[in-house]
């Protein structure tokens, strides 16, 4: 059992079954949320409010999946992929696009990490970077050493902080409710807004997320053996059905607190900042938040920025570890790893690519990430020969093959589009 986590009985609370999500869910309030959120809200106003919702509602669905698939295999994604495939070159080849994905998601965090660092204390970028890394492996080392719900509960203060520096600012600049309504309404606006909402699913349904998932339940909660019959598979069957419904409510919970605070950061561009010049770059925003609703408003923005930084690395930081180890069996020490994956975001930083385009193209690429994690997630909860009783039910697993669909199809129309023309 991983250290800080009794025995999963009859008798467990409920609240101590709570965490893994909320932990996973703050890889949904990355830097790269903010990057894209703030730029659709400045650019295009209320039209992308329906992006947000529905890869909200998208993201519960994934999130559950990942997490049963690991509380009830007692393996992660990423492990039971490793398992699978039947030669090495298509495992280490899905291992570089996943590994690929891990990078542009580092990507996206220590950049607004430095640029959080920047706007408060004048860091430069590159250094701000490098402080953003080291405090993540700080964090990862909680982890390590401390246990699992020792790091759930740094992620989940972090998040509180996250929270309340994106949503104060909307109740200051609150947004037009007719706005918001007619946003709901599907619909794009040209090339550029189609690149958005790719950006927007990239950030909203991360595929480290979704590999991450299923790594945390693994390691808070025991495996248990669903093809015994005797009376301690029995017992092990009932808090199985215990520890997945109290994963709906984790789920729940972490992607309602994710979602509003996306929402609440795409509205406070689009009542704030819509139309206002160099409104579409972080510290454009920031500026423009300073001088139009106040210091406060601003500060809180960069507070929040700062902290979705530091959480965010950890946690992707942690899902690389786990696809490198599920997929290619091996384990590099912590420090070596996290100083690899820090090069190409501190490279970006150093030749003085523009921090707002480098997030958003990076949830780019972690959009065009997302099938090769999905599309294996569903399938592999559908079989009865990897969930047993609790494989996917039918809705499920349409529900699940719609939501690939959809987001293969969008995908592909944002290449059309850029390579052709709108």
Request: aromatic letters at 8%; charged letters at 10%; a positive charge.
């Amino acid at each position: 059992m991983p250290k800080n986590s009794p025995p999963v009985g009859t008798r467990t609370r409920a609240a101590w079954l709570l965490g893994p999500a909320l932990v996973a869910g703050v890889a949904y309030l990355d830097p790269g949320n903010v990057a894209s959120n703030m730029t659709a809200g400045a650019r295009y106003g209320y039209l992308l409010v329906w992006v947000v919702v529905l890869g909200n509602v998208m993201a519960w669905l994934i999130q559950y999946l990942s997490a049963k698939l690991g509380i009830v295999t007692g393996r992660s994604l990423p492990e039971l992929l490793g398992a699978r495939f039947r030669t090495n070159t298509a495992r280490r080849a899905y291992w570089l696009q996943a590994e690929l994905v891990a990078m542009a998601t580092d990507v996206a965090e220590i950049i607004g990490g430095a640029v959080a660092l920047w706007l408060l204390f004048g860091v430069p970028l590159l250094w701000g970077g490098l402080i953003t890394g080291a405090v993540s492996i700080v964090l990862l080392l909680i982890q390590s050493r401390r246990g699992a719900r020792s790091f759930e509960f740094v992620i989940i203060g972090l998040m509180a902080i996250i929270a309340l520096g994106f949503t104060y600012g909307v109740f200051i600049g609150p947004p037009e409710a007719s706005g918001v309504v007619e946003g709901l309404l599907p619909r794009f606006e040209g090339t550029d807004s189609v690149l958005l909402a790719a950006s927007i699913l990239g950030a909203t349904i991360m595929p480290h997320a979704i590999y991450a998932h299923s790594s945390l339940a693994r390691d808070r909660f025991r495996p248990t053996e669903i093809r015994r019959t005797d009376a301690a598979a029995a017992d092990a069957a009932i808090d199985t059905r215990r520890v997945l419904r109290a994963t709906r409510w984790d789920v729940t919970i972490a992607l309602a607190i994710a979602g509003t605070v996306n929402l609440c950061i795409l509205l406070l561009a689009a009542a704030n900042l819509a139309g206002v010049p160099g409104t579409d770059s972080l510290e454009g925003a920031y500026a423009a938040l300073q001088n139009g609703i106040g210091p406060v408003v601003a500060t809180l923005f960069a507070v929040g920025l700062l902290a979705s930084g530091l959480a965010s690395s950890a946690v992707g930081a942690y899902a690389g570890a786990e696809i490198m180890h599920g997929l290619l069996r091996v384990r590099i020490p912590l420090l070596a790893r996290r100083l690899v994956t820090l090069v190409p975001a501190l490279a970006i930083l150093a030749v003085g690519v523009d921090p707002t385009l480098a997030l958003i193209i990076s949830q780019v690429v972690l959009s065009f990430g997302i099938p090769f994690a999905l599309i294996p997630l569903v399938a592999l909860t559908a079989k009865a020969d990897v969930l047993g009783a609790y494989r996917n039910r039918a809705w499920t697993t349409i529900a699940g093959i719609l939501a690939s669909v959809f987001l293969v199809t969008l995908n592909g129309l944002l290449l059309w589009l850029t390579l052709f023309g709108g």
